[in-house]
């Protein structure tokens, strides 16, 4: 079964620092998508940044990076230059697909505050 | 540019009534799910629609539960005799390529 873990249920970072949000995630497929979702308080779900997982190369979004190591499941979200804005539930999934259906899978989630 | 779309935001409920939420996914996606989450947790897999088509239900979802997408356009998601353990927050998401879904504010429910 897919599974995806966030091992930091709380993170803190100051303003214009850079700050790395873990995950890892268990699959026997060998092609497969993952994303990083914001959530901030009492508003919707935003995507953050996707990644295939037959790219070697990271994907980027402006001050978004993740570091994906395939071989070892890890797929960590890197912010530079931290916003308060940043300041957000932040869950990372993974696209199953079987069967003909697809759904994401989430970890718990990883609360980032800002400090000014 | 119009967003998934959910309602009502908010419901508060007795327990044992019925309820149903709404969902307006993006225009031309034919993909449309159901997720659930509570407090302190990522959001769960509810179900799945590929146009009219429900294509996937969890084991999440009891006989209480039931959801359709008629004409595989807006959705509802309806919960007959509702317990406590429902209150939580109902979140909808629509597809295009089923490789990003964008998803819609949610409908907070709380079952008294």
């Known amino acids: 079964a897919q599974t995806v873990t966030q091992s930091q249920p709380e993170m803190s970072v100051q303003e214009a620092e850079t700050v790395t949000l873990s995950c890892t995630y268990d699959?026997?497929?060998?092609?497969?998508?993952l994303f990083w979702y914001k959530q901030p308080p009492s508003r919707q779900m935003i995507l953050v940044i996707r990644q295939e997982a037959y790219k070697q190369q990271n994907a980027t979004e402006n001050r978004f990076s993740v570091n994906f190591q395939k071989a070892a499941k890890s797929f960590s979200l890197k912010i530079s230059d931290s916003q308060l804005g940043d300041a957000a539930m932040y869950f990372c999934?993974?696209?199953?697909?079987?069967?003909?259906?697809?759904?994401?899978?989430f970890g718990k989630g990883t609360k980032l505050t800002v400090n000014p | 540019d119009t967003g998934v779309s959910q309602n009502p935001r908010h419901k508060i409920t007795k327990r044992g009534q019925n309820v149903t939420f709404r969902c307006d996914p993006i225009?031309?996606?034919?993909?449309l799910y159901w997720y659930r989450q509570t407090l302190g947790q990522g959001p769960e897999f509810l179900t799945y629609f590929q146009n009219e088509a429900q294509l996937e239900k969890s084991r999440l979802l009891s006989d209480r539960f039931s959801a359709e997408r008629p004409k595989g356009s807006f959705s509802t998601l309806e919960i007959q005799r509702t317990e406590q353990g429902d209150s939580a927050m109902y979140l909808c998401?629509?597809?295009?390529?089923?490789?990003?879904?964008?998803f819609g504010p949610g409908t907070r429910l709380t079952v008294t």
């Open positions: 699959t026997s497929e060998s092609d497969y998508y």
């Open positions: 999934a993974y696209r199953r697909e079987q069967g003909g259906s697809e759904k994401l899978v």
């Open positions: 998401a629509s597809s295009l390529s089923g490789y990003e879904q964008y």
């Open positions: 225009s031309e996606h034919n993909r």
